[in-house]
């Protein structure tokens, strides 16, 4: 029923999926299939489109901030990228409830040119990385899609104290 009002309102029906080692659930967009799961990392992909959407998750060494890790994935990006061109850069990024840095780029992968949007924030001693890619011709259609799965990772979901 819940889908059905969804569908109705015209809204993409999404599934929470919590972010391991943390608080956070990323509300993964309707239609996008799970790709990969290997603990650290989460990825999915929109069949018949070269749109997808990736969740990593890293233990930082203590007094990590939010800067520094940001900074450290941006250099470890331009280290290891091919052709990597950043096209917006911030930080302290406000989506949703929560400070995010964004990083947009495009950059090679064998003859493919993608462009990407990376999101990093950190919860306590982990690091959270969002990543939404596609094409340039189509990734500006994508955008709204990847900044509200983004926007819902913000929420955390209830977590009871142990007995």
């Not at 011709?137 to 926007?151: D, G, K, T």
Request: glycine content about 10%; some cysteine.
């Amino acid at each position: 029923a819940a889908l059905a009002l969804a569908a109705a309102a015209g809204v993409a029906a999404e599934r929470q999926v919590p972010l391991p080692g943390t608080t956070l659930v990323l509300s993964v967009p309707d239609g996008f299939e799970d790709r990969a799961d290997t603990g650290a990392t989460l990825a999915w992909q929109r069949p018949g489109s070269n749109a997808g959407l990736a969740a990593t998750v890293t233990e930082l060494k203590p007094g990590t901030g939010p800067a520094a890790f940001a900074k450290e994935r941006l250099d470890e990006l331009l280290a290891l990228g091919t052709g990597v061109t950043v096209i917006e850069h911030r930080f302290a990024y406000q989506v949703g409830v929560r400070t995010w840095s964004l990083v947009r780029y495009r950059m090679r992968i064998g003859q493919t040119l993608w462009e990407q949007a990376l999101w990093l924030t950190v919860e306590d001693d982990h690091g959270v990385c969002i990543a939404g890619s596609a094409d340039p011709a189509s990734f500006a259609r994508w955008l709204p899609l990847f900044e509200r799965a983004v926007a819902g990772a913000g929420l955390s979901r209830p977590v009871l104290a142990p007995r």
